[in-house]
């Protein structure tokens, strides 16, 4: 089955600085990459997907790159603000409605202001 | 988008006792549903996939007969934890993906249930 790494596990950054996470994945007939935030007590929401027919895609200050030859991808975030503090997952699954996701072990992004 | 209401958001039960977890999706139909556990600074972790109208498919090592799925409807499954224990305490998260069997569908996660077994 589909294993999903993900580094690192904590993340400080200065409030402007950019934050980048990395994950890589282990099958390749994965073709759905999203990325989830979670603040405490609350279930995951999704900021950003990429699908294996796109390298790249960007929405505002968020923006995650796939590379499908070297199974990974990975999540930039630009001009960090306090608000981005939070715990970041990536995932992936077949582009499938019955298939769930496989989640990375989590990265714990503080941004100090 | 779409949404998935999960209730109850925090639950207190005494040891031996059951607890019901419910899942809806309310604006499209879900004909799989899937459970999640999520421990404290841990990760999510599937522990079953809710089937509408069948028998749900649980993970290796999660207790079928401990963790009962039912899954009734398009809209609705619940997650029964059976004779509760302290360490079932946990974060459960229930989750659906739109348009299941067709492609390019997202996965939409409930607001999730703090079970505190005392």
């Known amino acids: 089955g589909e294993n999903v790494e993900q580094h690192p596990s904590t993340l400080s950054v200065q409030e402007g600085d950019s934050a980048v996470i990395k994950c890589t994945y282990s099958?390749?007939?994965?073709?759905?990459f999203p990325w989830y935030k979670q603040e405490l007590g609350k279930g995951p929401q999704l900021i950003i997907d990429i699908r294996s027919n796109v390298g790249e895609k960007k929405d505002q200050r968020i923006a995650v790159t796939l590379n499908k030859t070297a199974k990974h991808f990975s999540l930039h975030i630009t001009e960090t603000q306090p608000e981005d503090s939070a715990v970041y997952f990536c995932?992936?699954?077949?582009?499938?409605?019955?298939?769930?996701?496989?989640f990375g072990k989590g990265t714990r992004l503080s941004v100090i202001a | 988008g779409a949404v998935v209401s999960q209730h109850p958001s925090r639950v207190i039960c005494k040891s031996g006792t059951s607890v019901k977890i419910e899942c809806r999706s309310l604006?499209?139909?879900?004909?799989?549903m899937f459970w999640y556990r999520q421990f404290p600074k841990q990760s999510l972790m599937l522990m079953a996939t809710?089937?509408?109208?069948?028998?749900?498919?649980?993970e290796q090592g999660v207790e079928k007969d401990k963790f009962l799925i039912n899954h009734a409807s398009l809209t609705l499954s619940t997650l029964t934890v059976t004779s509760a224990h302290p360490e079932d305490s946990s974060f459960y998260i229930c989750?659906?993906?739109?348009?299941?069997?067709?492609?390019?569908?997202?996965?939409?996660f409930g607001q999730g249930t703090r079970l505190t077994v005392v």
């Open positions: 099958d390749s007939a994965s073709n759905y």
């Open positions: 995932a992936a699954s077949i582009n499938s409605g019955n298939t769930p996701l496989v």
């Open positions: 989750s659906a993906r739109d348009r299941p069997g067709q492609l390019n569908t997202e996965a939409f």
């Open positions: 809710s089937n509408e109208g069948s028998k749900a498919t649980y």
């Open positions: 604006d499209f139909q879900a004909t799989t």
